[in-house]
C-alpha cells in the first residue's frame, strides 16, 4: 500500500505549491443568507440557493412530512421499486413550466447529465461543447465516446465553423452549453444557437442549473429567449428549487429513451419522496411571489452598478482576480469582515482567471450589497 499512498502525498504536495489544494469547511445554514463557519456568524454570497428556498418553512414542512409518511430513502432505483408517485408529480410540473411535453428526474444535475449525453450520442458522433460549460457535461460527453470538439466561449462563428468542418463525419450532433455560466454568470445566446442547430441537424442542449428561479422570469434560460427552440433543457432540483436532483426536460420519445436507456437513472437509487415533495412546494412558491424571483437579479444588478463591473444578467457576478493565491487572499481578508466569498481556482475556472465568484439571493438585503460592494472595491483598485 505504500506506493498508494506516495501517489496521494505527492499529488497533494504539488497542489499544495500552486495553491490548488482545496479543503472542506464545515458549514452550518444559519437563517436566511448567514452561515456559522469556522466558529463564526458569516453572511454568505457563495450559496446557489438563489430563492431561499432550502430553508422556507414550507418547503421544509413538506420534506418533513413526505420523510415521515415515505421513509428517508427510496430503497431501490426508479425502474424497480423506487418510482414513487411524487417523482410524476414533480415531472409534470417541471415539463409544463419548460414547456416541453415531458421530464425525467434523476438523482442530481450531474448524474442527469452524464446519463442523459451517452444515451443519445456515441461512437461516430459529434459533441460540440462551449469550452466555460460545466464539468458535468464535459463528463457526459466524454463518457459517451462521441468526437468531442469544444468551440471558445459563445462564440457562434467559431462554433459554425466546426459545424461545417464536422458536421458532415458525423451521423448525430449534439451542441452542449450551460444557460447561464455557473462561473461566468453570462447567459448563451441561445436563440442563435438554436438557429445554427437547426440548420445543422443538431440538437442543443442548455444546462439550465443556474437559469431556473432566476431568469426568463422564474422559467430558465430558454425562456429568456422567445422563439428559441431548445429541445433539451436540463436543470437541477439543488439550487433555486432548494431541494436535491437533478432533470431533464425533453420530448416524450426522448424522455422515454432515458428512462429506458440513461445508466444514471437504472444503475443509481431514485430521489428519496422528501427530494420531489420539496421540489413541489418550491415551485408553489415561485409561482405565487414574482418578487422573490426578481430579486437575485435585482440584487446582481445592484452590486455590479456600484462597482461599474459589466451589468449582471443573472444571480452570479465573477469578480476576476487573476492568480490562485490572489484570490485566496481577497477571500480572506473578506471572511475577515464577516462576509464568505469562496474564491474560485482552476481547473474550475481557466489558469489565471481565479475569482471571487459571487452569488445573491433572495436572502440578501440592499444593506448586505452595499456591504459588500464597499468591501470588494479597494480590492478592484490594486
Ligand atoms: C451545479 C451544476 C450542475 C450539477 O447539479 P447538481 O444537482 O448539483 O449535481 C450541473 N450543471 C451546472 C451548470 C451546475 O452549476
Redo the contacts with the bound molecule.
Keep these: 500500500m505504500d506506493s498508494l499512498d506516495q501517489f496521494a502525498k505527492a499529488k497533494l504536495v504539488g497542489l499544495e505549491s500552486r495553491s490548488l489544494r482545496r479543503r472542506l469547511t464545515p458549514t452550518r445554514s444559519l437563517e436566511g443568507a448567514w452561515v456559522e463557519r469556522d466558529g463564526r456568524r458569516m453572511l454568505s454570497f457563495s450559496s446557489?440557493d438563489y430563492l431561499g428556498l432550502s430553508h422556507h418553512p414550507k418547503v421544509i414542512q413538506v420534506a418533513a412530512d413526505a420523510a415521515l409518511a415515505y421513509g428517508a430513502g427510496a430503497g431501490a432505483s426508479r425502474l424497480v421499486t423506487g418510482d414513487h408517485p411524487l417523482l410524476a408529480a414533480l415531472e409534470a410540473k417541471l415539463a409544463a413550466l419548460k414547456g416541453t411535453e415531458a421530464c425525467c428526474l434523476f438523482g442530481?444535475?450531474?448524474?442527469?447529465?452524464t446519463g442523459l449525453i451517452p444515451s443519445l450520442v456515441g461512437e461516430g458522433d459529434l459533441v460540440l461543447i462551449d469550452a466555460l460549460?460545466?464539468?458535468?457535461?464535459w463528463a457526459g460527453a466524454k463518457l459517451s465516446g462521441a468526437r468531442v470538439i469544444p468551440f471558445p466561449h459563445n462564440d457562434l462563428e467559431a462554433l459554425e465553423q466546426r459545424l461545417i468542418d464536422h458536421r458532415g463525419q458525423a451521423r448525430h450532433a449534439l451542441i452542449a452549453t450551460?444557460g447561464?455560466?455557473?462561473m461566468d454568470g453570462d447567459l448563451a445566446p441561445l436563440d442563435c444557437l438554436s438557429i445554427l442547430a437547426t440548420a445543422h441537424d443538431a440538437w442543443l442542449l442548455a444546462?439550465d442549473?443556474?437559469g431556473l428561479g432566476v431568469v426568463g422570469e422564474g422559467r430558465g434560460s430558454a425562456a429568456a429567449f422567445p422563439g428559441a427552440q431548445v429541445p433539451l433543457q436540463?436543470?437541477?432540483?439543488?439550487?433555486a428549487l432548494g431541494s436535491?436532483?437533478?432533470y431533464v426536460c425533453a420530448s416524450q420519445p426522448v424522455v422515454d429513451l432515458l428512462k429506458t436507456r440513461a445508466r444514471t437513472l437504472i444503475y443509481s437509487t431514485a430521489l428519496p419522496a422528501s427530494a420531489p415533495a420539496a421540489a413541489l412546494a418550491a415551485l408553489e412558491i415561485m409561482a405565487a411571489e414574482p418578487e422573490r424571483v426578481a430579486a437575485p437579479v435585482e440584487r446582481a444588478r445592484q452590486f455590479t452598478r456600484a462597482l461599474n463591473l459589466p451589468r449582471a444578467m443573472s444571480a452570479i457576478v465573477p469578480v476576476v482576480i487573476g492568480e490562485a493565491d490572489a484570490a485566496l487572499a481577497c477571500s480572506r481578508a473578506l471572511a475577515d469582515q464577516g462576509l464568505l466569498v469562496v474564491a474560485i481556482r482552476p481547473p474550475t475556472v481557466p489558469a489565471g482567471t481565479a475569482r471571487l465568484r459571487v452569488a445573491f439571493t433572495a436572502d440578501h438585503t440592499p444593506a448586505d450589497v452595499d456591504r459588500l460592494a464597499a468591501a470588494i472595491a479597494p480590492m478592484l483598485q490594486a
Design positions: 446557489n442530481s444535475g450531474y448524474l442527469a447529465n460549460a460545466h464539468a458535468c457535461l450551460d447561464v455560466f455557473s444546462d442549473a443556474h436540463m436543470g437541477t432540483l439543488s439550487k436535491y436532483g437533478g
